[in-house]
């Protein structure tokens, strides 16, 4: 089945530091591709997406691309901040799933960022 | 404009009790899902939900069930609840439910805890 796949946590940086979560993905098709971010004790909040090939999304300073010869849309930002520190969840979606139409989000566990002064 | 709300935020129930969750989307979108997040992990999918039919359900037992309303407004509800059904709630609004390249706002959860 389709599936994420994220590096573990927690990743502990200093602030200023750059900073690469990895995120790897298993599509019977060509899905969408996401980055959500979760602070403690809320919901979730889209960060960031890209819908095909080589596209790059972007928000407040994170980047990813979207890689389909590696399968991959690592999350990256040149200089972390201490209100970085939240879970970080990337996640597909694909046409047409679960059936005739839909758009099931996968996710993957999640990578908590720990950003220290 | 306000974002997807959900209520209650938190809930305490005992095993074998039932449960009903409620959402409701941004205005204008006509597509909710369910997401149940245990801790420690990534949010699964339960129900989607466009223009009050059922378009999509996750591996979850007949126990769960949900059903969507005319303003769009989504009810999740769990029968006979068990402790491994403790778990952050998600709901999720999108505009429509034609496509992967939706995009899915989440609303804050509500926090059941199974005693």
């Known amino acids: 089945g389709d599936s994420v796949t994220q590096m573990e946590g927690p990743v502990t940086l200093s602030e200023e530091a750059f900073l690469t979560i990895n995120c790897t993905y298993t599509?019977?098709?060509?899905?969408?591709l996401f980055w959500y971010v979760q602070y403690p004790g809320e919901g979730l909040q889209l960060l960031l997406k890209?819908?095909?090939?080589?596209d790059k999304g972007s928000n407040k300073g994170f980047e990813a691309t979207y890689r389909k010869e590696t399968t991959s849309f690592h999350l990256e930002k040149g200089s972390v901040q201490v209100s970085d520190s939240a879970v970080y969840f990337c996640?597909?979606?694909?046409?047409?799933?679960?059936?005739?139409?839909?758009?099931?989000?996968?996710f993957g566990t999640g990578t908590q960022l720990k950003v220290e002064l | 404009d306000a974002g997807v709300t959900q209520s209650p935020t938190h809930l305490i129930k005992t095993r074998g009790q039932h449960v009903t969750l409620r959402c409701s989307p941004i205005?204008?979108?006509?597509?909710v899902s369910w997401y149940q997040q245990v801790l420690g992990q990534g949010p699964q999918f339960i129900f989607q939900?466009?223009?009050?039919?059922?378009?999509g359900r996750g591996n979850f037992p007949d126990r769960f069930s949900a059903r969507q309303f005319p303003n769009y407004s989504s009810e999740l509800n769990v029968n006979a609840l068990l402790l491994g059904d403790s778990a952050l709630y998600l709901c999720?609004?999108?505009?429509?439910?034609?496509?992967?390249?939706?995009?899915?706002?989440f609303g804050p959860g509500t926090r059941l805890l199974v005693l």
């Open positions: 999720a609004s999108s505009l429509g439910a034609g496509g992967s390249k939706e995009t899915q706002y």
């Open positions: 205005s204008g979108h006509k597509s």
């Open positions: 599509a019977t098709g060509y899905p969408s």
């Open positions: 939900y466009y223009e009050k039919e059922e378009r």
């Open positions: 996640a597909l979606s694909l046409l047409g799933y679960p059936t005739g139409g839909g758009n099931k989000l996968t």
């Open positions: 890209a819908t095909k090939a080589d």
